[in-house]
């Protein structure tokens, strides 16, 4: 059974930071690519980053966020900075190959907020 723990959310004041993580239990995260994705009310699930051999990021944090891995802890990192409101949604990470994310297994999610 493959276990994605997310956690580190909360509620920032624009221009604010927080640091998301990703724990896994029964897939070691180093042998894939690890995604984060958000959704925000009313929208649809859209891409924020991925590390794999290499990094990539989505237009709209580009330069803000930081995506980062912790072999050892097997824990995948989204450090973010100069937070916008349009930032605020639920934050989940899941695995795949790639540029393409499985969707076999999901964490249960954590809420970002940012205030205006």
């Known amino acids: 059974q493959v276990q994605l723990v997310e956690s580190g959310g909360g509620l920032v004041q624009a221009g604010g930071s927080l640091r998301l993580s990703c724990a896994a239990s029964?897939?070691?995260?180093?042998?894939?690519?690890v995604f984060w994705f958000r959704q925000a009310p009313g929208k649809e699930r859209e891409f924020v980053a991925g590390?794999?051999?290499?990094?990539h990021y989505a237009s709209p944090v580009s330069g803000r966020f930081t995506i980062s891995i912790d072999n050892a802890k097997n824990t995948v990192s989204l450090q973010m900075n100069s937070l916008k409101p349009e930032d605020t949604a639920v934050y989940s990470c899941?695995?795949?190959?790639?540029?393409?994310?499985?969707?076999?297994?999901w964490g249960q999610g954590t809420q970002v907020i940012v205030s205006s």
């Open positions: 899941t695995t795949g190959r790639n540029y393409s994310a499985f969707g076999d297994y």
């Open positions: 029964g897939r070691t995260l180093a042998l894939y690519t």
């Open positions: 590390i794999g051999t290499s990094t």
